[in-house]
């Protein structure tokens, strides 16, 4: 079971919600989004 493969769709879901209660964690939630991403791009492989 590859659970790797459902952190995006439950993240992406995660922080839509928290963006409709909390709009200003917007900011917060894009860039913790890029660096979580750019870590596992080059570290991941």
Same mark, same amino acid.
Do not use: Q
């Given at each position: 079971? @590859? =659970?790797? #493969?459902?952190? %995006?769709?439950? &993240? #992406?879901?995660? &922080? +839509? ?9 917007? @900011?917060? =939630?894009? #860039?913790?989004?890029?660096?979580? =991403? %750019?870590?596992? %791009?080059?570290? +991941?492989?």
């Amino acid at each position: 079971m @590859n =659970i790797s #493969a459902h952190i %995006g769709p439950v &993240a #992406a879901l995660v &922080a +839509g919600i928290l963006i409709l209660v909390m709009p200003r964690l917007l @900011n917060y =939630i894009v #860039a913790i989004y890029l660096i979580v =991403i %750019g870590a596992v %791009g080059l570290f +991941g492989k």
